[in-house]
Nanobody, 126 residues
């Protein structure tokens, strides 16, 4: 079992920044690809970013490339999402997920993630 707890969400003006954190506990954190997804009511969960176990390889959704940065600290069992130049369309509930490294090539497929946090709300005002 892996338990995930997100934090860092809130209300920010357009153009501002937020940093989300996802603290993991349980099984070996470094064995998992860590991903961030987001969801707005009535829509499917959207892939935002993912990072491999060592932190050297990162992936981003097209809508956040160049603005968001994912990173991880395996000594703290924590993954981060630095969000800059925020836009109103970034408003969503952001979820942290853990994907076993066996499925590493499928990092954008929500259904393959085995563990999820409870989500944290991000609201960007115009």
């Amino acid at each position: 079992q892996v338990q995930l707890v997100e934090s860092g969400g809130g209300l920010v003006q357009a153009g501002g920044s937020l940093r989300l954190s996802c603290a993991a506990s349980g099984r070996t954190f470094s064995s998992y690809i860590m991903g961030w997804f987001r969801q707005v009511p009535g829509k499917e969960r959207e892939f935002v970013a993912a990072i491999n176990w060592g932190g050297a390889t990162t992936y981003y959704g097209d809508s956040v490339k160049g603005r968001f940065t994912i990173s991880r600290d395996n000594t703290k069992n924590t993954v981060y999402l630095q969000m800059n130049s925020l836009k109103p369309e970034d408003t969503a509930v952001y979820y942290c997920g853990a994907l076993h490294e066996y499925y590493s090539s499928s990092y954008s497929k929500e259904r393959l993630y085995g563990y999820w946090g409870q989500g944290t709300q991000v609201t960007v005002s115009s």
